[in-house]
């Protein structure tokens, strides 16, 4: 089995990559070829028994999808993106990678199989942006696609997209809206949302972090790998269950900030909670304040989709996979 | 008031002028120019005291739309598109005419408003077919976006653009999905809705008709008369109730076939009725058995949006305005 990821060398993508290393396989398919595919050149891995390309490349340029569909992989995870903060702030670039490079991966793929019988699984990352306020507090399945950002506009036309290329029988699609990835490992970023990982993650390393919305503000959240479990599961699984509707929203843990800081005072003691310092930034407020709450996800969960359960369990992930299993 | 229809050479685009042609205005203000836009050359209007251009455009060619933006129209009403059997036939045809022409518009008016402030008023007709099955009786006015067919995405995904594109303040849009107009003048067409209309104007005309599905089935209509006042009144309101929701599903009347045959025969009598031949047609079945039956529409009624209230109604209209008011 050839397997291809766009986005290979962003958080999830390597993630992604050193999964299936250790499982080498999709679905008991042995993975023959592995190519890992970004605009910045992706870090290759060693994966038995398998040939691993590493591809720069950028999805928006003319030509580009063509030639990986070429290469015909049977599963493509397609991660790659500009965030929600620069599609707001270039509309332009926005638009071009995120509809654009989306739309010439999935037109590829169709013009492949005018040549030769060709349908690959796709599973595209989508996001909780595709909604807009205002929102219950438990999202159901089908729900509006209403977004309040070029980033969301930009994801709920693709999976229409994707959806209708599905149908069609272009291709076999998937798309995941994933929660809130936390804990997001790395260095804090500019990202408005940083701080969900940032009151988790600093205190664990000893470090201080700052806190800018009020304890009350809830949110929707799995750890990275769960993210990864779902991309996995996604390529494996029937989808015919799914029908014409092709996009799902992702089991996670509905929380709030508390429920974030009780969760890692119980793990990591007072000492970690008093690393957090309340700073309110009603910018940043404003943006988080209309995010989705929680999600019911009963589609996903009927197709074997799974999170986390507790905010307890998303901080000893993060211990397990990024801390060597232990506090300092 | 510079008024601009793209797609004037269709029966809405026709009847939309000749609207205009009576009104000299729009919201109140003056019509001094009228620009009919086609692929094939539109027939020209005589409109007192405006100037009245008759443009023969493709949209979908490179270049086309920046022409028309350069002419800084107030409103321009999008109608143009193929329709849905011929995006479902001519998948690329689908994609280039009733997305990119539409998505060449917004981006021809973005670009134009970057050398000195444009904002137009954008009306742009869009379908009942954005929405799929499983529907309930009543759609409610915030309904999951789920289309079962090419030209149904390519709506859906025009309105999530000109959604974007107005909450970015590059235009001031609205999306009108239409019931299914009927009746709709002319003669017969291979339309799988064509018989809708039909069973109503052959047998006002003395014809016989041909009915291929059976009387229970329930649809949504309203006549071409209030399709066009939607369109004029969508041109004049004030769109901030609307917030960042800018689709609209129209109000109009829920009736089965049955409904529509007792009304023929309360409008037109027995002789009328008797013109219709049933003769099912499980293909034709097949398509319209999944469209909507009806809608609640109250955000549109409280926007004053208005449609006939009985298929009785409906059919008096048609009489009035396509067979001078007489039965023969």
Known sequence: MHVMIIGAAGMIGRKLSDRLVQERSVGGAAITQLSLVDVVPPVGVDLAGAAVDCITSDLSQAGAA????????????????????????????????????????????????????YRPRVVFTSSLAVFGQPLPDEIPDDF??????????????????????????????IALRLPTICVRPGKPNKAASGFYSGIIREPLAGQPSVLPVPRTLRHWFASPRSAVSALVHAAAIDLKALGARRSINLPGVSATVGDQIDALRRVAGDGAVDLIREEPDPAVFDIVSSWPRGFIATRAKELGFAAETSMDEIIRVHIEDELSGTLN
Chains 1, 2 share one sequence.
């Open 66 to 117: 063509a030639s990986l569909a070429a290469s015909r992989p049977d599963v493509i995870f397609h991660l790659a993106a500009i965030v929600s903060s620069d599609a707001e702030a270039n509309f332009e670039k926005g638009y071009r990678i995120n509809l654009e490079g989306t739309r010439f991966l999935f037109e590829a793929i169709r013009l492949e199989g005018e040549t030769r019988a």
């Open 144 to 173: 509006v696609l209403a977004p309040l950002s070029s980033y969301g506009t930009q994801k709920a036309i693709c999976e229409l997209l994707l959806a209708d290329y599905s149908r069609r029988g272009f291709l076999d699609g």
